[in-house]
């Protein structure tokens, strides 16, 4: 659960390198959360303007004034109030806003950048005068100061705007678009994607996304009414071959969980859920670099574009965000469908050639991920720990928070997939979901992050309990976490006396357990304690030979006691250290209890008994 500090001392300049890295995805959360959160304005904009402009799919003149005041003044507004609020609270926001007007005013062009700018920068002045006066404001005038100097504080910052910023953000930002307008031109913006597509992969895409590419297309698509930007990060083609290249020639759980990915990347648009197969291959770089770079050079040849940005990255919100137009139309199915071409290709001869995945599901390979890039929270396995460690780290657990980098997307599903476990456990717990730079060092918070994230979560909230994870869509530690949850219940309202903690051994040797119901086993589990995880792994081959010379179907498996199942068709069958902790997680297991894992006298009648 904690960080695993082991080995930090011994290398410092890795440890500085991820300081580096934490500080770069915290400016880059910090421009795509001003972003994100208003989204849906974003959308809106771009179906009033798909719908009502001239040559839309329902032109009609009146409606259609809306769409220069939105660009000009709605959407900068909203970005710098939600960029001040960030910084200050509310009180922020409204300082950046009034000062984003000076730099709205001072341009001619939609002032995106501006506002991103301008509404952090009225949060922090606002807050150091606070800081400031706070202790010097004599009782009874504190509203009179408080509003007089947000009020003074927004005039002077946006007569700042309006001399200073404004027109060098103009300048800055109409030669950003020459620039971009010249490698349009000169057919180089498909390079392009050889820098996003790796960034995405390392969790900066909502910062390259909602930071960097959506202001310029908003800008280009607000004279020219449509803008490829709006496609170089969003496109699912890239994703999706790789996704179709692990359901064909994958192995192990990597080639069975991507057909359902494919459904969540694809239409769902997350495109979160593709990360790890990546990462755990990381030579299929190389594969969404040759899909991004495919699916921008085709837009680019056909002249597609969007009309805004398409949140999430949907092929249905892509053709919800294209112009009323058949040759874009079909110049969008035509270049999602070569870049998964391309993507797909590449990653099929990487994955094709690949002899050391073996029959290694997904979990292994996250777990040789996480020892590449040195992440301290990964899915890497742990010791096995005592009942009385997991009830002492959970026992003021009273509200569970997903973390991510926008706090929309993957967070969501993922705080949506334990919530449904959690009331299907019967427990009583708060699941939901924020931005990390929203988290807040709360009492009785358990904190789910990915692993690219877990040192920014440390730094927001160090006093919680944090969990990092490689998929928020298929981790298996949401089972273990509803397994503590139940531990740390069971033990608080029932506690068990010390005579009970284990199940009793029957009376005669070889005699079974009289609650044993054989005929529902589908599964027989040897758990493994720390002190006897070979002898666990043993006894696992030897049973697999008399159950198959003795015809039985049930499957038999070596576990860890956090990885189980907690289902009456298993049979745990564990040393007495073991089963002390078992009876205090799981309620529906069945349990035999022997003290000669290799060569229990009780076996012959277990193997007997089952179908």
Request: hydrophobic residues 50%; proline residues 5%; glycine residues 10%.
């Amino acid at each position: 659960m904690s960080e695993n500090n082991s080995a930090t001392q011994s290398a410092p300049v890795a440890k500085k390198k991820v300081g580096i890295k934490a500080r770069v995805q915290k400016f880059g959360s910090a421009l795509s959360n001003m972003v994100m959160p208003n989204i849906g304005a974003f959308i809106a904009w771009g179906l009033i303007t798909a719908i009502f402009m001239a040559g839309g799919w329902f032109p009609n003149a009146d409606l259609a004034k809306m769409i220069q005041p939105m660009v000009h003044y709605l959407l900068p507004l909203l970005i710098a109030f939600t960029g001040g609020n960030m910084i200050a609270g509310h009180r922020g926001g409204v300082v950046g806003a009034i000062a984003t007007m000076g730099v709205i005013v001072g341009s001619t062009i939609p002032m995106f950048i501006g506002a991103m700018i301008m509404g952090p920068l009225g949060g922090w002045c606002i807050k150091k005068w606070d800081n400031a006066i706070s202790d010097k404001v004599h009782s009874g005038f504190e509203m009179l100061v408080n509003n007089f100097s947000a009020g003074i504080m927004g005039m002077l910052l946006a007569i700042l705007g309006y001399f200073g910023i404004g027109p060098l953000v103009g300048g800055a930002s109409a030669a950003m678009a020459v620039g971009v307008d010249w490698i349009i031109k000169a057919n180089l913006l498909p390079l392009a994607n050889v820098f996003i597509e790796p960034a995405k992969i390392l969790f900066l895409n909502n910062a390259i996304n909602q930071g960097i590419l959506t202001p310029l297309g908003i800008q280009a698509a607000a004279s020219a009414g449509k803008s490829i930007l709006f496609l170089l990060e969003p496109d699912p083609g890239p994703g999706l071959g790789i996704l179709l290249a692990f359901a064909l020639f994958g192995k192990g759980t990597a080639k069975a969980s991507a057909p359902s990915a494919m459904i969540i990347h694809f239409l769902g648009g997350i495109h979160e859920i593709y990360f790890p197969y990546v990462l755990m291959k990381p030579a299929l770089f190389l594969a969404v670099i040759a899909g991004g770079v495919t699916g921008t050079a085709t837009f680019s040849l056909l002249n597609v574009g969007l009309r805004s940005t398409p949140s999430p990255g949907s092929i249905i919100m892509l053709f919800a965000m294209a112009p009323r137009s058949i040759a874009n139309y079909l110049g969008l199915i035509v270049g999602v469908v070569l870049a998964t071409l391309a993507s797909f290709i590449v990653a099929a001869i990487i994955l094709k050639r690949d002899k050391s995945m073996g029959d290694d599901s997904l979990a292994a390979a996250k777990g040789q991920m996480n020892d590449m890039k040195g992440n301290k929270g990964g899915e890497s396995a742990a010791p096995t720990a005592d009942a009385a460690d997991v009830i002492a780290s959970y026992k003021d657990v009273d509200h569970i928070i997903f973390a991510c980098d926008a706090g929309m997307g993957s967070s969501a599903m993922g705080a949506s997939l334990l919530r449904d476990k959690v009331k299907k456990a019967g427990i009583d717990m708060s699941v939901t979901n924020t931005a990390i730079s929203n988290l807040k060092d709360e009492p009785g918070l358990l904190v789910i992050t990915q692993n690219e994230l877990a040192d920014r979560a440390a730094q927001k909230a160090p006093h919680a309990l944090r969990l990092a994870v490689d998929n928020f869509l298929s981790s298996p530690k949401y089972d273990q976490v509803v397994v503590n949850l139940k531990a740390r219940d069971q033990v608080s309202d029932e506690p068990a006396p010390a005579s009970e903690a284990a199940p009793a051994e029957s009376a005669a040797e070889d005699d079974l357990p009289s609650d044993l119901d054989l005929d529902i086993v589908k599964e027989v589990v040897f758990v493994h304690h720390d002190s006897h995880l070979g002898t666990a792994t043993m006894a696992t081959s030897l049973m697999k030979g008399r159950l198959k010379k003795a015809n039985k179907q049930a499957v038999v498996k070596n576990l860890g006691i956090d990885e189980l199942q907690d289902n009456n068709s298993l049979l745990v069958v564990s040393s007495s250290e073991a089963a002390k902790n078992l009876k205090t997680r799981y309620t529906h297991v069945q349990v035999l209890v022997t003290d000669d894992l290799l060569s229990s006298p009780k076996y012959d009648k277990m193997v007997a008994g089952l179908k």
